[in-house]
């Protein structure tokens, strides 16, 4: 269009330089993307001669971004709604109830006993069984109800227009009506129930997260009584806070008493079989509970802003033993640490970095950093500062968890990234499931198209490590290797994937 042209030519009056998106059309007359850059040339008294296009088609990638753009809002195996989609559509209907008065429900549903079939039958029955469960609660809600999996074998039900508790009960009662039936799948007769929790808008909340994770807490209770039950969200159902504030006061303590502990998950070049890294796992030896993993005490760090000091400490203790290692004799040629989100919001992380690598003496190309999709979406531009920041250090920057977001190509043009970590929920079931495997392709292609590193992590089969290879994934992590460990079991693990003799580097050195 006119005016399209008009600014094309006025930024290349200006600027003597122009990019873009635009559509081509080949000899065929299909249409196709093209991502064009034009540049002016001058001649020896600065006057433009004429004018050199570069022209990529970028048919490929936008077909990969496209799968990705509709995967990103959907679940895989079922194609229902995913988490994502859910609470967007949510928060539409809160605001719609808002205006009108009107209600909405929220139900939670867990199928009982899934895990006794999926771990006596194998995932391919597990995984059509879901389908099938699915597609039978499907067939008994309205049009305009919406069922999400966020899951596992959790389902999540919006429904607008409900009058009442008695409305909602109605529903329940129809949904676990609908497993009356035995799944039949591969020959077998399978039978499954559910368990329902319910929450009420305004009564149990009026913001999507506390609707959920009120329904949730009434799914429970329904499962404590013995299951094939549904059950309303009351006030009396509220988790007793007594065991939050027990997990609380120790982490606020584990720090000085020395229960964190720093674990190492060996990261493989998958064309050569050897370790070239290895990512920095926390763990907290709890004088009570025992070993725990970080899911069970992180998203209390990330609350209570503790996650700031002991992400602080987490980075120089791995950097500390990533020097340790370089003059042991093994030559690392990463450390890889992840940030929170509210780490990263709190203060000036690239200062923080930057002091951690003047205090503990690692060149800033072995340390590479880990950060989330979700902190990138909170605020691009700002995301792309401090990116940038850390780029400027010398330090290596990964998107983890890489498309359980809103993957888009348009921000991650603008990231100063080096890698893409394919999340371990599409690598561990795609031998199995093609939904995951299209992903698993998708994430690949693009990264490889924007000249990014792949990280598959969750590698744990030979015929995972087989297709990873094919599509050109560049590097792998997961049990298939190792599970994470103990520092000073670290070396042990090098010196048997590496096969060779150490080789001291010094510190400042470039390990090609």
Not at 245 to 273: K, S
Not at 326 to 343: A, C, D, F, M, W
Not at 391 to 400: F, K, N, Q, S, T
Not at 447 to 465: D, F, I, N, P, T
Request: aromatic fraction near 8%.
């Amino acid at each position: 269009n006119a005016v399209f042209y008009n600014e094309l030519w006025e930024a290349l009056r200006k600027n003597g330089f122009w990019q873009g998106e635009l559509w081509n059309k080949r000899k065929s007359g299909e249409d196709f993307p093209v991502w064009e850059s034009i540049n002016a040339v001058k001649d020896g008294d600065g006057r433009v001669t004429h004018f050199v296009a570069v022209i990529a088609d970028i048919s490929t990638l936008k077909k990969s971004q496209d799968r990705i753009d509709f995967l990103a809002y959907h679940d895989p195996l079922t194609g229902l709604p995913n988490r994502l989609l859910f609470n967007e559509q949510v928060n539409h209907a809160l605001i719609r109830c808002h205006r009108d008065k009107s209600k909405l429900t929220v139900m939670f549903m867990d199928l009982d006993r899934f895990k006794n079939i999926n771990d006596t039958l194998g995932h391919p029955v597990g995984d059509e069984v879901l389908r099938l469960a699915a597609s039978r609660m499907s067939d008994v809600l309205r049009e305009q109800d919406v069922l999400a999996r966020i899951g596992g074998d959790e389902f999540i039900l919006l429904l607008e227009d409900i009058h009442s508790a008695a409305d909602a009960s109605v529903v329940a009662k129809k949904v676990q009506t609908c497993f009356a039936k035995p799944f039949v799948v591969m020959g077998k007769q399978l039978y499954l129930s559910s368990s329902i929790g319910i929450s009420l808008y305004p009564e149990d909340g009026t913001d999507v997260s506390t609707l959920v994770k009120n329904a949730d807490t009434a799914m429970y209770q329904a499962k404590a009584r013995g299951r094939n039950d549904y059950r309303f969200y009351t006030e009396d159902l509220a988790i007793d806070p007594s065991e939050h504030l027990f997990l609380e006061v120790g982490l606020r303590q584990a720090l000085g008493r020395g229960e964190l502990d720093v674990y190492y998950q060996p990261l493989i070049a998958l064309d050569t079989g050897q370790i070239v890294g290895a990512e920095a796992l926390l763990r907290w030896r709890h004088p009570e509970k025992g070993l725990m993993t970080p899911e069970h005490f992180i998203p209390l760090a990330e609350e209570t802003g503790l996650i700031v000091p002991i992400g602080h400490w987490v980075l120089m203790e791995a950097c500390s033993q990533a020097v340790r290692w370089h003059k042991e004799g093994y030559p690392l040629r990463r450390i890889s640490v992840n940030l929170s989100t509210i780490q990263v919001q709190r203060g000036d992380i690239v200062t923080s970095v930057a002091r951690v690598l003047r205090d503990t003496g690692l060149a800033a190309e072995y340390l590479e950093l880990e950060i989330t999709e979700n902190f990138i979406l909170e605020d691009i531009d700002q995301s792309v500062r401090v990116l940038e920041g850390l780029r400027d250090l010398g330090v290596m920057l990964a998107i983890d968890d890489f498309g359980t977001g809103y993957s888009s190509l348009a921000y991650l043009k603008r990231l100063p990234v080096n890698k893409l970590k394919i999340d371990k929920s599409f690598v561990s079931d795609m031998d199995v499931n093609p939904n995951d495997e299209d992903i698993v392709k998708a994430v690949i292609a693009l990264g490889k198209s924007l000249q990014l590193k792949l990280v598959a992590e969750g590698v744990e089969r030979e015929q995972q490590l087989q297709f990873l290879m094919a599509q050109g994934c560049d590097e792998g992590q997961g049990f298939l290797y190792s599970c994470p460990v103990p520092a000073e079991q670290f070396p042990d693990l090098y010196r048997r994937f590496s096969g060779a003799e150490l080789n001291l580097y010094p510190l400042d050195a470039h390990i090609p």
